[in-house]
């Protein structure tokens, strides 16, 4: 079993849904949990209200829409774990999504999650995560080192570049909504590497910026033993697959369902 795990609400619909879709295609069960049992929301702007002209860009594509709207009505997230409510021991590995707002930081900032975080790389398990969703693993502070438990791990995430850039663009009609802290997350986890150069941009590799099947190879993510990350949701297609291809390395037929 995998989870999922989302915050109060404001997670990119994309990078929930995809890893959701394509790992229950591969014979995964997948579940989700949320900071105190009830049902989260995704981000409205990928959802619905759009980003005014640059909606075509970035707000969520279609495919990822009508899926997102299977997703969400599966027992599995209408029923969904409490963050303490994790089992470590029993599941297969873990997923943490991106997105934008202030109800994002309820995950993010999860001192409960930091610490199943810290037990799942102890117990080798896949983890995986999106965009701003790296901050919470980048967060988790293993009590033996005192240091994150990426410190000596390869990682990427929503680039500076990436981050400023949306801010930019949005800012006069949507405020700091690509800004979630002052500090960009690329800057917050580099500091929390051994080496900056740890942190992957991707370079040039932009294109799409939303979800989709085609030009994978512009699609980036960065694979470290256990561990994967993917910077934003034009790198969902290959982030997912990476993930399905951890659980074929090790096996999923005891996670299975029934």
Known sequence: MFIISLPEQGFDPSEAVIPWHILSQAGCRVCFATPDKQVS??????????????????????????????????PEFKQPFAYEEINTEEIYGMIFPGGHGEGIKSMLESQILHKKIVECFNQNKIIGAL??????????????????????????????????????????????????????????????LSNRKQFYTGGARVFPMKYS?????????VLDGNYVSGRWPGDCYRFAHDLVRLVKRQGVEKYETT
């Open 131 to 192: 965009c701003t969703g790296v901050l919470t693993v980048a967060r988790s502070i293993d009590p033996k080192t005192q240091k994150s438990v990426l410190f000596n791990k390869k990682t990427t995430a929503v680039t500076r570049w990436m981050e400023l850039s949306g801010w930019y663009l949005t800012r006069h009609y949507f405020h700091n909504y690509y800004r979630i802290y002052p500090t960009t997350a690329q800057d917050e986890i580099e500091k929390l």
């Open 213 to 221: 099947k085609r030009f994978l190879y512009n699609q980036f993510t």
């Open 41 to 74: 929301k995704a981000d409205k702007r990928m959802v619905t209200q759009g980003l005014g002209l640059l909606s075509p860009f970035l707000m969520t594509s279609k495919i990822a829409l009508d899926l997102y709207q299977c997703m969400i009505k599966t």
